[in-house]
């Protein structure tokens, strides 16, 4: 599914206009991005959580020529997803907490 197809089904399900739903749905990713760009993180109980993690500076191979390379330290997005996304993806229903 992509963006102009998750437009559609969300403008069909919260039953308003496709340009509202694309508006809300960029304006989503974008609250993301910059949050999680700024070291924060975004947690949507029972979808998952967003968040920035450091990976340290290691060494790598070329697979064409064998040479060893430097791969620099960065900053990389994660997500993990929550456990009623997990269970629906294995089609069980989600544990209730007790």
Known sequence: MNKSEL????AKEAEI???AAERVLSAMIGAVVKAVSKGDSVML???????????AARTGKNPKT?????????TVPKFSAGATFKAAVA????????
Do not use: D, H, N, Q
């Open 66 to 74: 064998g040479a060893t390379l430097k791969i620099p330290a960065t």
């Open 45 to 55: 109980v029972g979808f998952g959580s967003f968040k920035s993690a450091k990976r």
């Open 17 to 19: 206009s496709k340009a």
């Open 91 to 98: 089609g069980k229903k989600a544990a209730k907490k007790k």
């Open 7 to 10: 437009v559609e089904v969300a």
